[in-house]
């Protein structure tokens, strides 16, 4: 794993957009992973600035985001279609035809699902995947479990993640139980993988993704036997890595 430290989550957001820009720039109709959730927000406003800048230019990219929530459909507020489209999409000039995500309105979802895992290969999969990271080593919605998941799949979420998720919703009862996401071994798949960290409550579960067994108990342990992983870390995410 290529650990990069920096000191605050501004700066580490820098060090992911030159990464994506360079990819960009290798393979201009290249294939994007993207995450929704807190940690890419200052990534998504930097590639916003730099698409405006004329200085990233996404106008022949595809993109498959990890998850959907199961039961929202895209207008909803708290959906990761709408969570896409007002916090990146809209402001780098993709056009709907370049991006994919799971439905979560989808009536069979083992068809959805399957669909979504085609559509991944037929673009030729994924060049470069950005992932965030739960208190709990998941990463899409792939929850600890038994054995790593494989495809795109149906989850239940997990009582703590109900719990990270209920800042967005009115109530605890308007969380999603269940949500669409990529595999491990679909996001495993991908070329290149960027996973950003910050502040100190994700400090133990980097130490155990770095450090700790490959488990699936742990799902972000997997990424210790990808060759080309970069982890960005704050100096606090990063304090309980012995560098
Ligand atoms: C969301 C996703 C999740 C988040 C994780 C961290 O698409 O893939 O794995 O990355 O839950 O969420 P934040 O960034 O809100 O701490």
């Not at 360079?22 to 930097?46: D, F, H, W």
């Not at 709408?82 to 009536?107: D, Y």
């Not at 770095?210 to 060759?227: A, F, K, M, T, Y």
Request: proline share 5%.
């Amino acid at each position: 794993m290529h650990i990069i430290v920096r000191e605050n989550a501004q700066e580490i957001c820098e060090v992911a957009a030159a990464l994506v820009r360079a990819q960009l720039l290798r393979k201009p109709n290249c294939v994007l992973g993207l995450p929704t959730g807190s940690t890419p927000l200052p990534l998504y406003a930097e590639l916003a600035r730099l698409a405006a800048a004329g200085q990233a230019d996404f106008s022949q990219v595809t993109t498959f985001n990890l998850d959907e929530y199961v039961g929202l459909p895209r207008e909803h507020e708290q959906s990761y279609h709408n969570f896409m489209w007002t916090n990146l999409f809209s402001k780098i000039g993709v056009r709907p035809e370049q991006v994919n995500l799971p439905s979560g309105i989808a009536t069979d979802t083992a068809a959805e699902c399957a669909r979504y895992e085609a559509a991944i290969d037929a673009a030729g999969g994924v060049d470069l995947q950005v992932l965030g990271i739960g208190h709990n080593g998941h990463i899409g919605f792939n929850e600890p479990a038994e054995a790593f998941s494989e495809q795109t799949c149906m989850v239940e979420l997990t009582p703590s993640t109900i719990q990270a998720n209920r800042r967005f919703f009115e109530t605890e009862a308007d969380v999603p139980r269940r949500a669409l996401t990529m595999g491990i071994r679909t996001i495993f798949r991908a070329k290149e993988i960027l996973l950003i960290a910050y502040g100190a409550a994700k400090a133990d579960i980097i130490r155990q993704t770095v450090c700790g067994p490959i488990q699936p108990g742990v799902p972000s342990s997997v990424l210790q036997l990808h060759s080309n992983v970069h982890l960005l870390l704050d100096r606090e995410a990063a304090a309980a890595l012995s560098l």
